[in-house]
């Protein structure tokens, strides 16, 4: 495939991704997001529990959004939406005046060798990217069962002049994921916008 190809296939996929969520942003500016839900346990769950917040939840696998629409029914969730996304695909499709009230990041991948690095979603140009859709005092939640990815993400986080680590790394709602029943430990960082 040509680079002329690979960017009109990117741009039609952000104008479908556009034409998808248009019906969630005429109703609401103000969205709380997971990137990479799954099958949407954490989000499904959180939007049961917080009715009045408009939630969606992105992920590359279209059985995990397929599943994560069905969660979200039984659960009377009916304000989470979810969408098959990349991430920064994602974030280009945001209309401007959209504002990220909370963002979740749970379990990543990791790319754990060090030639992957720079695969990994946790880097400073993601955080300077999706700040552009904050405003002070959003909140970023990111949880991993892998320890250098978690000090890596620490790392990137006191580096980035955007955002700051909070001493209180509580989540709103916990709620156990597919991942998590079958990980024995995991860490969680939360960051404030600034």
């Not at 990117?10 to 556009?18: A, F, G, L, P, T």
């Not at 659960?75 to 909370?102: C, G, I, S, Y």
């Not at 790319?111 to 859709?133: A, N, S, V």
Request: glycine letters at 4%; hydrophobic letters at 40%; proline letters at 4%.
């Amino acid at each position: 495939m040509s680079l002329e190809d690979a960017i009109l296939r990117r741009s039609e996929r952000i104008q479908n991704i556009k034409q998808e969520c248009a019906y969630v942003f005429e109703n609401s500016k103000s969205i709380t997001l997971e990137i990479g839900c799954g099958k949407g346990h954490y989000m499904s769950a959180y939007a049961a529990a917080f009715p009045e917040e408009t939630c969606i939840g992105i992920d590359l696998i279209s059985e995990r959004v397929r599943d994560s629409q069905r969660r979200a029914k039984n659960k009377n969730a009916t304000n989470a939406h979810f969408f098959k996304a990349e991430a920064l695909e994602f974030l280009e499709a945001l209309p401007r005046d959209v504002v990220l009230e909370k963002i979740f990041i749970f379990f990543p991948d990791p790319w754990p060798k060090e030639r992957h690095h720079k695969r990994r979603l946790m880097q400073g140009e993601f955080l300077d990217y999706i700040r552009q859709f904050a405003h002070a005092g959003t909140r970023l939640y990111f949880r991993t069962d892998h320890t250098e990815y978690f000090e890596w993400t620490r790392e990137v986080l006191q580096a980035n002049t955007n955002w700051e680590i909070l001493p209180d790394n509580t989540l709103l709602l916990e709620e156990v994921s597919q991942f998590q029943r079958i990980l024995p430990e995991f860490n969680t960082l939360v960051a404030s916008a600034i």
